[in-house]
């Protein structure tokens, strides 16, 4: 269907509602991001934009300007803490769509995504209080009084989804009982690792379920670290102490132990981990979840961010398919949730001993077919 004239209230300008507001806006649809926040202010390390994101880019026209912030990756390697080999593969998708998965900084990525959105279409400072579904639209206020009425609401506001919480399932996230600490350190502080590859790298100390996860950011000079150690404090944002980070990383290769004794603490940030339950419902007629609103997932398969793109992709494709805004939503949730309960399953499921024999446990499935 042609989407002029229709008015959309996307909620949350994170890479779900910034991807969803390029590729709706491209159909023609009327829309507004609100976003609680007063500004674009993304914190945190890198992440890997799989070939099938970035394809996505590429239809919207905005491939130049992701890819011009990224470096690409051949594949992943995973290590012992003390940095023997035990793994290498190449990423599933390679130049299934001529692309490979390339590295970017999420900071660069949100920037890069509202740089190609028309000018105005971010309404910065707008914070979801309440929705009300009105039939064949929907109404939402927001903190600062304002109250809007549009055809279609797609609520990308995150894990901790209002809209989700106030119409699909009232349950929260579910905390993992893992910590993530993370931040960006210059390359040269870890001497020779990325020497011959710009690989994702993954340090597993199997008896303490630690991981070291990183990412080589080389056209910002720069590496990012993602260290996941189990941890039963689940406060959102834990206070990262010097100790606990050195401990975190103890007996692993000594280029890692020294980052963690010398990084500027308030560089790095720190989550407990959480994802959510699969739910049953995306969608009434005129409000729909996007991202990690519908299905947050553990960040141990990295497919958080991509799931949330092709997601943003999804919708923009069946709403375009489909002869009304309810069927559109309808087909959007048949073509994508099988996909994201499998990813969200096999993140939660973690790494164990078997699957270090195989850089992607569960990905040479369904998931990856249905993507591909
Ligand atoms: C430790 C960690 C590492 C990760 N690593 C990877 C990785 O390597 N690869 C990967 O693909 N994914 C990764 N992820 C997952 C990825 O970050 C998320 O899946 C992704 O950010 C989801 O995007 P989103 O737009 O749905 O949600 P968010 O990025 O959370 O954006 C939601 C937006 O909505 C706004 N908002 C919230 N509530 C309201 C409201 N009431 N009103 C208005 N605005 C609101 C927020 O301010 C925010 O801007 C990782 C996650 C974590 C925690």
Redesign the pocket.
């Known amino acids: 269907m042609d989407l002029t004239g229709r008015t959309v209230a996307v909620?949350?300008?994170?890479?779900?509602?910034a991807s969803t507001a390029k590729a709706l806006s491209l159909l023609g649809a009327d829309v507004t991001v609100?976003?609680?926040?007063q500004q674009a202010g993304?914190v945190?390390?890198?992440?890997?934009l799989r070939p099938s994101s970035l394809a996505a880019f590429r239809e919207w026209g905005s491939l130049e300007a992701i890819q011009g912030v990224t470096s690409p990756s051949h594949g992943l390697r995973i290590f012992t803490p003390t940095s023997e080999p035990i793994h290498a593969e190449e990423w599933p998708e390679k130049d299934v769509f001529g692309l490979t998965t390339h590295f970017i900084h999420?900071r660069d990525f949100i920037d890069a995504l509202l740089s190609v959105l028309p000018e105005g279409m971010v309404a910065f400072g707008?914070?979801?209080?309440s929705v009300v579904d009105n039939g064949d639209s929907a109404t939402v206020s927001?903190q600062n009084g304002t109250e809007i009425t549009a055809d279609l609401v797609v609520a990308?506001?995150?894990?901790?989804?209002?809209v989700r919480g106030a119409l699909f399932s009232e349950k929260p996230p579910v905390f993992a009982h893992e910590h993530?600490y993370?931040a960006v350190f210059d390359l040269d502080l870890i001497p020779g690792v990325f020497d011959d590859d710009n690989d994702f790298h993954i340090y597993f100390d199997v008896p303490t379920n630690r991981h070291l996860y990183l990412?080589p950011l080389k056209h910002r000079g720069q590496v990012s670290f993602?260290i996941?150690v189990p941890s039963d404090d689940d406060t959102w944002s834990p206070k990262i102490t010097r100790e606990r980070l050195i401990e975190s990383l103890a007996g692993f290769d000594d280029r890692f132990e020294n980052v963690t004794r010398t990084i500027d603490l308030d560089t790095v940030n720190c989550?407990s981990?959480h994802d959510i339950d699969s739910i049953n419902l995306w969608h009434t007629d005129s409000i729909v979840l996007?991202?990690?609103?519908a299905h947050?997932?553990l960040?141990h398969q990295?497919?958080?961010?991509?799931?949330?793109i092709l997601g943003a992709k999804g919708l923009a494709d069946a709403l375009r398919d489909a002869d009304s805004i309810a069927a559109g939503l309808s087909a959007y949730q048949a073509a994508r949730k099988p996909i994201t309960d499998e990813y969200q399953r096999i993140s939660r499921a973690g790494w164990d001993e078997e699957s270090l024999d195989d850089g992607f446990p569960g990905q040479h499935g369904d998931a990856d077919r249905v993507e591909a």
């Open positions: 909620i949350g300008a994170g890479f779900a509602g609100y976003e609680q926040a993304e945190g390390a890198g992440i890997g999420r707008h914070r979801l209080v927001f990308a506001d995150g894990i901790t989804s209002r993530a993370r990412v993602d996941t989550r981990a996007v991202g990690d609103a947050a997932m960040h990295g497919q958080g961010a991509n799931s949330a």
